[in-house]
T-cell receptor, first 113, second 118 residues
């Protein structure tokens, strides 16, 4: 299975602190994506990083990808209470796996004001 | 319009009922997806349509029947469901240029339909 595995499963921080979430996967990927989900609602796409990229930034988000270690990290800087949500990494493979996003188990982030 | 809409938001049905979930997007996307998400679990892919044709069926039981009547609409017909089918059903769409790589672009998700099977 190429399912991503995030750690930690839960993370609680104070507003203003940085939050780092990690994702590991098992097989070769075409790209890796990070999504946010507020409780019981739809997913919001945060960032997509392709297998030939090592780092991407979007606002307060920084994503890294290490294909040799089959791992990725999501850094949220200067966190806000509104960042409280579950964060999922999702991997997409090649060939017959294209279009098939495999989601990790997620990290539940709680940012306290 | 960058929104994927889903109706209804909530649905309660008995095991003998027939119901349908609807999904709509007006972003000109040519790939649409159904996912199932159980509580405290990640979403799991059910079906993918590309250019209105079913391209991926992740071995979903026949009591779930997808339909893509046109490029903007995606339905999921439900019949004879079981209580364990209770979940959040999410629809998504992505651009997918023909000749390109399906799925190698952002998927936009709707808010989901919360389904309860009694």
């Amino acid at each position: 299975s190429q399912q991503g595995e995030e750690d930690p499963q839960a993370l609680s921080i104070q507003e203003g602190e940085n939050a780092t979430m990690n994702c590991s996967y098992k097989t070769s990927i075409n790209n890796l994506q990070w999504y946010r989900q507020n409780s019981g609602r739809g997913l919001v796409h945060l960032i997509l990083i392709r297998s030939n990229e090592r780092e991407k930034h979007s606002g307060r988000l920084r994503v890294t990808l290490d294909t040799s270690k089959k791992s990725s990290s999501l850094l949220i800087t200067a966190s806000r209470a509104a960042d409280t949500a579950s964060y999922f990494c999702a991997t997409e493979g090649y060939g017959g796996s294209q279009g098939n996003l495999i989601f990790g188990k997620g990290t539940k982030l709680s940012v306290k004001p | 319009d960058t929104e994927v809409t889903q109706t209804p938001k909530h649905l309660v049905m008995g095991m003998t009922n027939k119901k349908s979930l609807k999904c709509e997007q007006h972003m000109g996307h040519r790939a649409m997806y159904w996912y199932k998400q159980k509580a405290k679990k990640p979403p799991e892919l059910m079906f993918v349509y590309s250019y209105e044709k079913l391209s991926i069926n992740e071995s979903v039981p026949s009591r779930f029947s997808p339909e893509c009547p046109n490029s903007s609409l995606l339905n999921l017909h439900l019949h004879a469901l079981q209580p364990e089918d209770s979940a959040l059903y999410l629809c998504a769409s992505s651009q997918y240029q023909r000749g390109g790589a399906l799925g190698s672009d952002t998927q936009y998700f709707g808010p989901g339909t919360r389904l309860t099977v009694l």
